[in-house]
């Protein structure tokens, strides 16, 4: 974002089995590979990231629409320039949807969609040296995180208009997460250690927290289910290269660490099902070729490896969002690489219902109209 493996023990029984539910593409052009996906139902799921990854001229930023039967791409209609990398989307209603990243014009990117199409949104107070990571959004509010000259960055739009504001001190912000009322969290590193940022129900500014202090610590993203449940997700640098998993509680009154039960993989995205229980996405080093999640829940985190696959590869899932109340519920989206190298998008969904094979035939993306 190393060969002792701490293997789950098998999961309490349960009314209802969850497994690995599909696989699949969007089919991006190129070496494509998913970012970041959030959905409101199960007919109404979107996903960004980019194609062509490898060409500094071509790649662009993709943004595709699950309607419960095919993917689709979407083009974005007034922007002549393109996305060059969508890192981010989050869903507010059917006809509010953010996206956010970096553009081909070295401006950073924020798009807005209406469920038909995406417009690019012109934010007059950023700056080309503004970088942009996550975003979160409820009816009535927007929220993006990034880095500003080496300093926390968070621009809000809200019916009062846009709010670009920077911490004092020196960090970057990667993942945020909000609650309807407005108040929410937002995580990443400062000084080699993680970096925690929050704002109340009752309004206000963003204010660090304190946080435990990991030496070499970064978070890259968070999930909250209310003021006194959230968890964060990242890792730890120790040094040549290697990384150890990081994953923090907030309890309503503070952060604690979690133990991780596999010590050699990347975390990089969380989500949850506003009851207690969070889905962490992620890789294993030590079993690349299997789709990896982190199910959460009070004190025990258990691992959810899918299948391998029938041809050598890598899988990385890069983010998890859920769907209230639909089989699959929970979607993760990323990339593969096979043993030319070669990136393909992939979606992975897991829940409850019928499983399918994880190498099941998958649908065909629409081309982009505009």
Same mark, same amino acid.
């Given at each position: 974002?190393?060969?002792?493996y701490?293997?789950?023990?098998?999961?309490?029984?349960?009314?209802?089995?969850?497994?690995?539910q599909?696989?699949?593409?969007?089919?991006?052009q190129?070496?494509? $590979?998913?970012?970041?996906?959030?959905?409101l139902?199960?007919?109404?799921?979107?996903?960004?990231?980019q194609?062509?990854?490898?060409?500094?001229?071509e790649?662009?930023?993709?943004?595709a629409?699950?309607?419960g039967?095919?993917?689709?791409?979407?083009g974005i209609?007034?922007?002549?320039?393109?996305?060059g990398?969508l890192?981010s989307?989050?869903?507010?209603?059917?006809?509010?949807?953010?996206?956010?990243?970096?553009?081909?014009d070295?401006l950073?990117?924020?798009a807005?969609?209406?469920?038909?199409?995406?417009?690019r949104?012109?934010?007059?107070?950023l700056r080309?040296?503004?970088?942009l990571?996550?975003?979160?959004?409820?009816?009535?509010?927007?929220?993006?995180?990034?880095?500003?000259?080496?300093?926390?960055?968070?621009?809000?739009r809200?019916?009062?208009?846009?709010?670009?504001?920077?911490?004092?001190?020196?960090?970057t912000?990667?993942g945020?997460?909000?609650?309807?009322k407005?108040?929410g969290?937002?995580v990443g590193?400062?000084?080699?250690?993680?970096?925690i940022?929050?704002?109340g129900?009752?309004?206000?500014?963003?204010?660090?927290?304190s946080?435990?202090?990991?030496?070499?610590?970064?978070?890259?993203?968070?999930h909250?289910?209310?003021?006194?449940?959230?968890?964060a997700?990242?890792?730890v640098?120790?040094?040549?290269?290697k990384?150890?998993?990081?994953?923090l509680s907030?309890?309503?009154?503070?952060? $604690?660490e979690?133990?991780?039960?596999?010590r050699?993989?990347?975390?990089?995205?969380?989500?949850?099902?506003g009851?207690?229980?969070?889905?962490?996405?992620?890789y294993?080093?030590?079993?690349?070729?299997?789709?990896?999640l982190?199910?959460?829940?009070?004190?025990?985190?258990?691992?959810?490896r899918?299948?391998?696959?029938? $041809?050598?590869?890598?899988?990385?899932?890069?983010?998890?969002?859920?769907?209230?109340g639909s089989?699959?519920?929970?979607?993760?989206?990323g990339h593969?690489?096979?043993d030319?190298?070669a990136?393909?998008?992939?979606?992975?969904?897991f829940?409850?219902?019928? $499983?399918?094979?994880?190498?099941?035939?998958?649908?065909?993306?629409?081309?982009?109209?505009?």
């Open positions: 974002m190393s060969a002792a701490a293997h789950a023990d098998p999961p309490r029984p349960s009314a209802v089995a969850e497994s690995w599909r696989s699949e593409r969007v089919r991006l190129g070496d494509g $590979s998913l970012s970041d996906v959030a959905g139902s199960s007919t109404d799921v979107w996903a960004v990231g194609q062509d990854i490898w060409d500094a001229w790649n662009r930023g993709a943004i629409h699950w309607d039967r095919a993917w689709t791409q979407v209609r007034n922007d002549d320039t393109g996305a990398y890192r989307i989050a869903a507010a209603a059917p006809n509010d949807i953010w996206t956010v990243g970096a553009g081909h070295g950073p990117y924020v807005h969609g209406d469920g038909s199409g995406f417009d949104v012109g934010v007059e107070q080309a040296s503004d970088w990571a996550g975003v979160a959004a409820v009816p009535g509010r927007m929220v993006a995180v990034g880095t500003r000259e080496r300093k926390p960055l968070i621009v809000t809200s019916d009062s208009g846009w709010r670009v504001e920077s911490a004092r001190d020196e960090g912000l990667y945020v997460s909000l609650q309807p407005g108040d969290w937002a590193d400062a000084d080699g250690k993680p970096l940022m929050r704002r129900s009752g309004g206000g500014d963003w204010k660090t927290v946080a435990p202090r990991v030496a070499g610590g970064y978070l890259r993203d968070v909250s289910d209310g003021p006194k449940r959230a968890l997700v990242g890792g640098y120790l040094g040549d290269g990384v150890s998993p990081l994953a907030w309890n309503g009154k503070r952060w $604690s979690v133990r991780v039960p596999d050699d993989a990347r975390l990089y995205g969380v989500t949850g099902d009851k207690g229980t969070y889905w962490i996405s992620g294993d080093p030590g079993r690349p070729g299997q789709a990896f982190l199910r959460h829940q009070g004190d025990t985190t258990e691992i959810m899918g299948e391998p696959g029938k $041809s050598p590869r890598t899988i990385r899932l890069q983010a998890v969002g859920h769907l209230p089989p699959g519920s929970v979607w993760a989206v593969a690489i096979d030319k190298d990136y393909t998008d992939v979606v992975e969904r829940g409850s219902g019928t $499983s399918k094979a994880l190498d099941a035939p998958s649908s065909d993306a629409t081309p982009a109209t505009s």
